[in-house]
């Protein structure tokens, strides 16, 4: 129902900055969120930051409040993750997500499409 190709991914060094782009196509009507996840080795995937497609309200997980911004470009059907201030804790793969479907509020169970990933390494 969508393709989602993540890209900006890369290592960098503790305090420094990443923005990951997220390209959805193949979709026939827009999807009402979308997402960025994470995750490391032996670990489940967490809900990092979400965006409504129609209003721009945001969510994000308590351990990126005030350093990773979401935002969006809808005439390029683009997401983007804005990640500053980065800690070797933040090291893992980046998926991005979309869903149609969503309870209110949004909850990151309710994202059911993803992307290939993106690796991010944050060294100290």
């Known amino acids: 129902q969508v393709r989602l190709v993540e890209s900006g991914g890369g290592s960098v060094q503790a305090g420094g900055s990443l923005r990951l782009s997220c390209v959805a196509s193949?979709?026939?009507?827009?999807?009402?969120?979308m997402g960025w996840f994470r995750q490391t080795p032996g670990e489940e995937r967490e809900g990092v930051a979400s965006?409504?497609?129609?209003?721009?309200?945001?969510v994000y997980a308590d351990s990126v409040k005030g350093r990773f911004t979401i935002s969006q470009d809808k005439s390029k059907n683009t997401t983007y993750l804005q990640m500053n201030n980065l800690k070797p804790e933040d090291t893992a793969m980046y998926y991005c997500?979309?869903?149609?479907?969503?309870?209110?509020?949004?909850?990151?169970?309710?994202?059911?499409?993803w992307g290939q990933g993106t690796q991010v390494t944050v060294s100290s």
């Open positions: 997500a979309t869903t149609w479907w969503y309870s209110v509020p949004i909850q990151w169970s309710d994202f059911r499409f």
């Open positions: 965006i409504s497609t129609a209003g721009d309200s945001t």
């Open positions: 193949e979709y026939k009507n827009r999807p009402a969120y």
